[in-house]
């Protein structure tokens, strides 16, 4: 059974930093490109961040660049640093996997999800 699991959620000031990691199972994923997205109340979901296979290729949205750093190894785990947190980057996170090699941020192309972790950041 493939299953991804988000960590390290909470609750931050504005200003403050959060480390989240996603463990992948199930299947090998080094051939995958892995992601992050979030999704907000009365928002639609948003792309973060995204890696290739490797990890040694990454892209950003232009709202996190900067600030948001993601880290993959070439096998089932991807982190996502947020540092300077800002009010509007509160969402539930989700970790996600796209069967292709190459980073993108199109979410159809994500075909296993985790369940997401919530950040909250009060101002």
């Known amino acids: 059974q493939v299953e991804l699991v988000e960590s390290g959620g909470g609750l931050v000031q504005a200003g403050g930093s959060l480390r989240l990691s996603c463990a992948a199972s199930g299947r090998a994923f080094s051939s995958y490109a892995m992601g992050w997205f979030r999704h907000a109340p009365g928002k639609e979901r948003e792309f973060v961040a995204s890696?290739?296979?490797?990890?040694?290729?990454c892209e950003y949205s232009d709202s996190v660049k900067g600030r948001f750093t993601i880290a993959r190894d070439s096998g089932n785990t991807v982190a996502l640093q947020m540092d300077s947190l800002e009010p509007a980057d509160t969402a539930l996170y989700f970790c996600a996997a796209a069967p292709r090699p190459f980073f993108t941020n199109y979410s159809g192309e994500y075909t296993f999800w985790g369940q997401g972790t919530q950040v909250t950041v009060s101002s």
């Open positions: 890696c290739n296979w490797s990890g040694d290729r």
